[in-house]
């Protein structure tokens, strides 16, 4: 079977032909016969794990009965899924992302979001037993994998349907290679830090200031400077320079901030805690509510006990996010909220940002008509209404380190926060 025959079968666009087929050589020749993954016996297996509605489970059993009745379409789905699972040999060794690859809205009609569901779920089923290999526990297991489970509901997705996201689909390769561990609210992992300058630390009072960068641009009111921001007149260039005795750079202040004028910070009073490079937990912060703050505590706590059993002396006991959850607009505006909250316990930090960060999470889509995007909670309101007004969203970053957990609910870094 030719892959690019079969791309246009399924009216995949022309410009997409050489990302898609990529790795056709290595899927076709190991698919197996039957694909379990769209048997009906798997698909209500994985539809019980993950308790998922009859009504949803009788949908996705109608979509793969399509996608079996037609050779091009097993195939392709299953090209999908192993694309996701294994790097292509045949064609380049980088697996790449899924944006180009549909969603097959010409040939499926109203279940092409469910296609994509279906090899989420084959990576579920995966994922599940190489979890188990390692021996990590069924409930932890069960609740890491349940990120799944709001895909499946009909009533958050764009199209009143249960699917998956094109957008988020590679996101699954963290499960298959037993990376993210759901402990509490939320989701985590270990990785090297995000670029920022250095973390210091008071020798005497553990006080903490995160310096920016060398060369980061910051509009004039201290965030990363985005492409065609109006901010940009009044802006700066970061710098950041170590000599023997000393660090000098643009602070940033704890509220998510930086600040124009350098400063210097003597080594015998300060230590560095954080450079690029060091490893720290990752943390994902998957869909729903309840972000209480003790929710959040205990989140904490439970992931920094994980990682410190599973990897001892292998990272930094800190957690670090970025995110267009933590853009500071939403903590003027919402300033009662759970998220707002959890914003004043964290070192907030300036990150690079898009303008329009949040809206596809939040929404499923972009708008180009605002008075379109439905208005359900809070954080989709003040969302709007920032656009509405004229600006841009932004996202930003956290961190918070384990040696805090104590002093949580009471702001330790804005407080502590100190400038020589």
């Known amino acids: 079977m030719n892959g690019i025959d079969v791309l246009k079968e399924l009216h995949i666009p022309d410009e997409s032909h050489a990302e898609v087929v990529r790795g056709w050589g290595d899927s ?28 949803v489970c009788d949908f996705l059993l109608q979509t793969a009965a399509k996608i079996r009745a037609s050779k091009p379409l097993t195939a392709f789905t299953w090209h999908m899924y192993y694309r996701l699972l294994t790097p292509s040999f045949s064609f380049g060794c980088h697996p790449g992302g899924f944006g180009a690859w549909g969603p097959l809205t010409e040939v499926l009609g109203k279940h092409a979001g469910a296609q994509i569901l279906l090899c989420s779920f084959a990576a579920v089923g995966e994922a599940k037993k190489r979890y188990e290999a390692l021996g990590h526990p069924a409930s932890l297991i069960r609740d890491t994998l349940s990120v799944f489970k709001p895909f499946c509901d009909p009533h958050i997705n764009p199209a009143g349907l249960p699917g998956g996201s094109l957008a988020s689909f590679s996101w699954m390769r963290l499960y298959l290679t037993c990376r993210l561990f759901q402990l509490g609210r939320f989701n985590y992992k270990l990785m090297e830090t995000h670029p920022f300058g ?82 720290m937990i990752d943390m994902h912060i998957p869909t729903g509510g309840n972000m209480t703050p003790e929710a959040c505590l205990d989140s904490f706590r439970k992931a920094f006990a994980f990682f410190k059993q599973q990897h001892p002396g292998t990272f930094k006991p800190v957690i670090i996010c970025h995110s267009w959850i933590f853009n500071t607009q939403f903590e003027q505006m919402l300033p009662e909220s759970n998220l707002a909250s959890l914003m004043r316990e964290c070192l907030l930090f300036p990150h690079n940002s898009s303008g329009r960060d949040g809206m596809f999470f939040l929404f499923g889509r972009d708008y180009d008509d605002l008075s379109q995007a439905p208005r359900n909670t809070s954080v989709q309101r003040a969302m709007l209404s920032i656009l509405e007004q004229g600006n841009r969203l932004r996202s930003g970053g956290m961190l918070f380190f384990e040696e805090d957990l104590q002093a949580f609910g009471s702001a330790p870094y804005r407080t502590s926060f100190q400038l020589p």
């Open 198 to 279: 250095i973390v210091l630390r008071h020798r005497k009072n553990a006080a903490k200031i995160m310096l920016m960068e060398a060369g980061t641009q910051c509009n004039v009111d201290g965030f990363i400077l985005q492409k065609e921001d109006p901010g940009e007149l009044g802006g700066w260039t970061n710098s950041l320079e170590e000599t023997d005795t000393a660090f000098r750079g643009n602070p940033v202040n704890p509220s998510g901030f930086a600040l124009r004028d350098s400063h210097e910070f003597s080594k015998a009073e300060w230590e560095v805690l954080l450079r690029p490079g060091d490893i």
């Open 28 to 55: 076709y020749i190991n698919m197996p016969d039957p694909v379990e993954f769209l048997q009906e016996k798997y698909i209500r297996e994985i539809c019980t794990y993950l308790a998922v509605e009859e009504t």
